[in-house]
């Protein structure tokens, strides 16, 4: 449940523009339907957890979306700097989205933490489906899967991104993200790994939620979502570190070769994302 507030949320925030109000206005009854779905929330969870939602949704648009709208006029700001990206710079403004999304999940712990008690072994035993589905279908897109058709879908995904944002990519944009997807280290199993493990501790929260004291059960909340930004495992810490300067040098390369056309495309795009947050978030 947590996951899905903190997850759907982001999501909707960073979508197309074209989409972006109409996806955050039924944020309530998305995430809703998603909670009932993971965590069988009918009956008397009904209204308590829906109670919480709208209260970390409302919180979300009042506060949140504001940040997203300065993170994105800074944003733009630099892009008018004819000076080139760096990896570093692109570091920088993703680990500001990153803080805001661990943000979200403090939110969310606040919200959610007393519910826990009240989870019992229908709510584990829909939790292990759902995580089982989601597992099963991780390991068919990214390991049961031949290394050509996984490069083919990495190079496809990330055209796809930076088309959103840069228009049609020319040839040798193109040439620079299929390198990308050549260097990058298979890391289907790894990251399989990384989520197996995390599912374990969220089941362990849920587990000890039932007996721990409430300001207990926010800490292990708060610190699962810190997890995200910066892992405590060592290892998982490193490859994450790895893959993001990889995706950065990327980025700057790209932002780097980008035409006039495509810049002023960038700025216009960040100018009514940041319109639009601003819009959410006066609204009620």
């Given at each position: 449940?947590?996951?899905?507030?903190?997850?759907?949320?982001?999501?909707?925030?960073?979508?197309?523009?074209?989409?972006?109000?109409?996806?955050?206005?039924?944020?309530?009854?998305?995430?809703?339907?998603?909670?009932?779905?993971?965590?069988?929330?009918?009956?008397?969870?009904?209204?308590?957890?829906?109670?919480?939602?709208?209260?970390?949704?409302?919180?979300?648009?009042?506060?949140?979306?504001?940040?997203?709208?300065?993170?994105?006029?800074?944003?733009?700001?630099?892009?008018?700097?004819?000076?080139?990206?760096?990896?570093?710079?692109?570091?920088?403004?993703?680990?500001?989205?990153?803080?805001?999304?661990?943000?979200?999940?403090?939110?969310?712990?606040?919200?959610?933490?007393?519910?826990?008690?009240?989870?019992?072994?229908?709510?584990?035993?829909?939790?292990?489906?759902r995580m089982d589905e989601s597992n099963a279908e991780f390991t068919e897109k990214n390991i049961d899967i031949s290394?050509?058709?996984?490069?083919?879908?990495?190079?496809?995904?990330?055209?796809?991104?930076?088309?959103?944002?840069?228009?049609?990519?020319?040839?040798?944009?193109?040439?620079?993200?299929?390198?990308?997807?050549?260097?990058?280290?298979?890391?289907?199993?790894?990251?399989?790994?990384?989520?197996?493990?995390?599912?374990?501790?969220?089941?362990?929260?849920?587990?000890?939620?039932?007996?721990?004291?409430?300001p207990e059960t926010n800490r292990k909340l708060k610190a699962f979502f810190a997890d995200l930004e910066t892992p405590?495992?060592?290892?998982?810490?490193?490859?994450?570190?790895?893959?993001?300067?990889?995706?950065?040098?990327?980025?700057?390369?790209?932002?780097?070769?980008?035409?006039?056309?495509?810049?002023?495309?960038?700025?216009?795009?960040?100018?009514?994302?940041?319109?639009?947050?601003?819009?959410?978030?006066?609204?009620?």
């Amino acid at each position: 449940m947590i996951r899905w507030v903190l997850v759907a949320l982001t999501v909707l925030t960073l979508s197309a523009c074209t989409t972006m109000r109409l996806g955050y206005n039924s944020a309530n009854t998305l995430i809703a339907y998603r909670m009932n779905d993971w965590f069988d929330t009918s009956g008397e969870l009904e209204a308590p957890a829906r109670e919480r939602l709208d209260s970390v949704i409302a919180w979300h648009r009042r506060e949140e979306l504001p940040e997203y709208s300065r993170l994105l006029l800074g944003a733009r700001e630099r892009f008018a700097d004819p000076a080139p990206f760096t990896p570093e710079q692109v570091l920088a403004m993703q680990k500001q989205v990153t803080q805001r999304l661990v943000r979200t999940g403090d939110k969310a712990a606040d919200a959610f933490a007393d519910l826990f008690p009240r989870f019992g072994l229908a709510q584990r035993k829909r939790v292990i489906a759902r995580m089982d589905e989601s597992n099963a279908e991780f390991t068919e897109k990214n390991i049961d899967i031949s290394p050509a058709k996984l490069r083919k879908r990495r190079i496809d995904d990330m055209e796809d991104r930076f088309a959103f944002w840069f228009g049609k990519l020319d040839a040798s944009q193109r040439e620079r993200i299929e390198k990308w997807a050549d260097e990058a280290e298979p890391s289907g199993t790894e990251r399989l790994a990384v989520r197996r493990m995390r599912q374990t501790a969220f089941l362990n929260i849920m587990d000890t939620g039932k007996t721990a004291s409430v300001p207990e059960t926010n800490r292990k909340l708060k610190a699962f979502f810190a997890d995200l930004e910066t892992p405590a495992d060592a290892g998982v810490r490193e490859r994450q570190r790895k893959q993001l300067q990889h995706w950065a040098a990327l980025t700057s390369d790209l932002i780097n070769s980008a035409s006039p056309a495509q810049r002023a495309r960038i700025q216009e795009k960040i100018k009514t994302m940041s319109d639009d947050f601003l819009t959410l978030s006066r609204q009620k």
